[in-house]
């Protein structure tokens, strides 16, 4: 049996629309649109993810030495189409063992980033960009400026803004968190057609199988 969509805020339950509602209820957060099953990584699931995404699904490319892509996840429905996405990476850090990277773009007000950043609210918060930025990560040979986020302290976050949406790398264990900052990172839109990327899979990431509050 599918697993049941979550609220993207909160990874709580869902009630589903009705014949009085059109739309997916949390009872915390309201109206939202469903975070869905994660799909563990396969050539199937990037098609079926970026067929009907409004928002990139962005993955570095090329990836770091020894790193492989390990899921992915959506928020939205066959009414909506898909409004945020989050690729999972999973690799070797320089001197802290394994490290778990999630990207995610999301249009503003959906509140994916921030749930897996652990901070209230659906953005980065007020003021979060003041000041020079933390990092800088290229995205279609453009470079995006990305801030460090006050977060849960088991993991590093940044999160910033490209083509008119949040976008929002987490990172564990929080040490790993140099991985933003001097690999030099540079991220493709799995969307895009004039590309042909060998991507390598591993294990699915238990990163993605977001706990209920």
Same mark, same amino acid.
């Not at 739309?23 to 109206?31: E, F, V």
């Not at 953005?123 to 000041?131: A, I, L, M, N, R």
């Given at each position: 049996?599918?697993?049941?969509?979550?609220?993207? *805020?909160?990874?709580?339950?869902?009630?589903?629309?009705?014949?009085?509602?059109?739309?997916? +209820?949390c009872?915390?957060?309201?109206? /939202?649109?469903?975070?869905?099953?994660? +799909?563990?990584?396969?050539?199937?699931?990037?098609?079926?993810?970026t067929r009907?995404? *409004? !928002?990139?699904?962005? !993955?570095?490319?090329?990836?770091?030495?020894?790193? @492989?892509?390990?899921?992915?996840?959506?928020?939205?429905?066959? +009414?909506?189409?898909?409004?945020?996405?989050?690729?999972?990476?999973?690799?070797?850090?320089?001197?802290?063992?394994?490290?778990?990277?999630?990207?995610?773009?999301?249009?503003p007000? /959906?509140?994916?980033?921030?749930?897996?950043?652990? /901070?209230?609210?659906?953005?980065?918060?007020?003021?979060?960009?003041?000041?020079?930025?933390?990092?800088?990560?290229?995205? *279609?040979?453009?470079?995006?400026?990305?801030?460090?986020?006050?977060?849960?302290?088991? +993991?590093? /976050?940044?999160?910033?803004?490209?083509?008119?949406?949040?976008?929002?790398? !987490? !990172?564990?264990?929080?040490?790993?968190?140099?991985?933003?900052?001097?690999?030099?990172?540079?991220? *493709?839109?799995?969307?895009?057609?004039?590309?042909?990327?060998? @991507?390598?899979?591993?294990?699915?990431?238990?990163?993605?199988?977001?706990?209920?509050?």
């Amino acid at each position: 049996m599918k697993a049941a969509p979550k609220c993207p *805020r909160c990874f709580g339950p869902l009630r589903p629309p009705s014949a009085w509602s059109s739309s997916w +209820r949390c009872g915390p957060h309201g109206d /939202v649109l469903p975070f869905q099953p994660p +799909r563990p990584p396969s050539s199937a699931a990037v098609e079926a993810v970026t067929r009907s995404s *409004r !928002v990139p699904v962005w !993955v570095p490319w090329p990836l770091p030495a020894g790193w @492989l892509v390990t899921g992915f996840g959506e928020v939205g429905d066959e +009414r909506s189409d898909i409004r945020a996405t989050v690729v999972a990476l999973s690799g070797p850090s320089l001197t802290h063992g394994p490290a778990d990277l999630l990207i995610i773009a999301e249009e503003p007000g /959906v509140g994916l980033g921030a749930a897996f950043a652990g /901070v209230e609210g659906t953005d980065p918060g007020t003021g979060f960009d003041k000041g020079p930025p933390h990092a800088k990560i290229d995205v *279609r040979s453009h470079p995006a400026a990305l801030w460090c986020v006050t977060a849960a302290p088991d +993991r590093a /976050v940044y999160a910033g803004e490209a083509l008119g949406n949040w976008l929002w790398a !987490v !990172v564990w264990p929080a040490e790993a968190g140099y991985l933003i900052t001097l690999a030099e990172l540079s991220l *493709r839109d799995l969307r895009d057609q004039d590309q042909t990327l060998d @991507l390598p899979f591993g294990a699915f990431s238990p990163r993605l199988d977001a706990p209920a509050p």
